[in-house]
T-cell receptor
């Protein structure tokens, strides 16, 4: 089946690095995504990684993919108070239809 | 470029009443998705349209939920009759094509069923 699991809460100090972890079950997923949701807002795509890659870097964001362990992580360098939000991991699932399967979200709290 | 528009932003109804939500995708986007996000959970796909045809509605509770996308542009999602457990945020997203395309999300409609 298709399932995505995330830890629920992470608290860091401003300027530190944040690492948000995710595990997924569908090994046939072609893409894995990280979305950000601020209070009262929709989801904003942060970054994504193709399943044949093991790392992708985009400015302050680094995505690591361990396909053997079905583990995905998002590292945010120099975390700012504006990074406080809920972060969702999502997999594209089987069938390549565009359907996304989301985790339950990790709330990131950044303390000044 | 205008984003995905949704209305209303908030709705409060009593159980057994009906409610409808509207979504206008980004211009030119062929694929439209409706997700349900219950508090504390990630979004769950309810229905996916490709133009005006349904691609996936396997998780849509068809005894009470219905959706349409006439002319392959705007879409409406209806709940009739509503239950308490339907309280959630209903998110609409669109993408240019199906797979491998970024989905752009609207701000959502927050529904509270009393």
């Amino acid at each position: 089946g298709e399932d995505v699991e995330q830890s629920l809460f992470l608290s860091v100090r401003e300027g530190d690095s944040s690492v948000i972890n995710c595990t997924y079950t569908d090994s046939s997923s072609t893409y894995l995504y990280w979305y950000k949701q601020e209070p009262g807002a929709g989801l904003q795509l942060l970054t994504y990684i193709f399943s044949n890659m093991d790392m992708k870097q985009d400015q302050r964001l680094t995505v690591l993919l361990n396909k053997k362990d079905k583990h995905l992580s998002l590292r945010i360098a120099d975390t700012q108070t504006g990074d406080s939000a809920i972060y969702f991991c999502a997999e594209s699932g089987s069938g390549n239809t565009g359907k996304l399967i989301f985790g339950q979200g990790t709330t990131l709290q950044v303390k000044p | 470029e205008a984003g995905v528009a949704q209305s209303p932003r908030y709705k409060i109804i009593e159980k057994r009443q009906s409610v409808a939500f509207w979504c206008n995708p980004i211009s030119g986007h062929a694929t439209l998705y409706w997700y349900q996000q219950i508090l504390g959970q990630g979004p769950k796909l309810l229905i996916q349209f490709q133009n005006n045809g349904v691609v996936d509605d396997s998780q849509l509770p068809k005894d009470r939920f219905s959706a349409e996308r006439l002319k392959g542009v705007d879409s409406t999602l209806k709940i009739q009759p509503a239950k308490l457990e339907d309280s959630a945020v209903y998110l609409c997203a669109s993408s240019f094509a199906q797979a491998r395309e970024t989905q752009y999300f609207g701000p959502g409609t927050r529904l509270l069923v009393l």
